[in-house]
């Protein structure tokens, strides 16, 4: 006769539990960032009611790679997220390694671009737009 359980949830369910109750905390946009996304909204006649999706996804030279993109809905298992008035959907396979991260925009003599400060990354590619974890 086996006996029930009365450890708690597992290690995995716990780890997401966390991550999607934390997720404030864990990604954040700075204001330059934040602005851009505004702009480009506004240039594209993008409407408020949109999300940024932010999400990782296999791929690029380091093994995994970053993703923006606008999206009309949050999906069924995204956690939503707003940071200074934009509206963050973030799935639980892209939440798990962006967490920690920090979305920047940089308009310098490198390029132009929105920029992953992920501590999660083991190592990137010289572009900046693929990483290892």
Same mark, same amino acid.
């Given at each position: 006769?086996?006996?029930p359980?009365?450890e708690g949830? $597992?290690l995995?369910?716990?780890? %997401?539990?966390?991550?999607?109750?934390?997720?404030e905390?864990e990604?954040?946009l700075?204001?330059?960032?934040?602005?851009? %996304?505004?702009?480009?909204?506004?240039?594209? &006649?993008?409407?408020?009611?949109?999300?940024?999706? %932010?999400?990782? &996804?296999?791929?690029?030279? $380091?093994?995994?790679?970053?993703?923006?993109?606008?999206?009309?809905? &949050?999906?069924?298992?995204?956690?939503?997220?707003?940071?200074?008035?934009?509206?963050?959907? %973030?799935?639980?396979?892209?939440?798990?390694?962006?967490?920690?991260?920090?979305?920047?925009f940089t308009?310098?003599?490198?390029?132009?671009?929105?920029?992953?400060?992920?501590?999660?990354?083991?190592k990137?590619?010289?572009c900046?737009?693929?990483?290892?974890?």
């Open positions: 006769m086996t006996m359980s009365l949830p $597992s995995e369910e716990t780890t %997401v539990e966390q991550a999607f109750t934390n997720i905390s990604i954040s700075t204001e330059k960032a934040a602005s851009e %996304v505004r702009k480009i909204m506004e240039q594209n &006649k993008i409407p408020e009611t949109y999300g940024l999706r %932010v999400g990782v &996804k296999g791929g690029g030279c $380091s093994g995994l790679s970053y993703s923006l993109g606008f999206d009309s809905e &949050k999906r069924e298992n995204d956690k939503l997220v707003t940071i200074d008035g934009i509206r963050l959907f %973030v799935d639980p396979k892209s939440l798990f390694y962006l967490s920690g991260t920090e979305l920047d308009d310098g003599l490198t390029g132009r671009g929105f920029v992953f400060n992920n501590p999660n990354a083991t990137t590619c010289g900046g737009s693929s990483f290892g974890a």
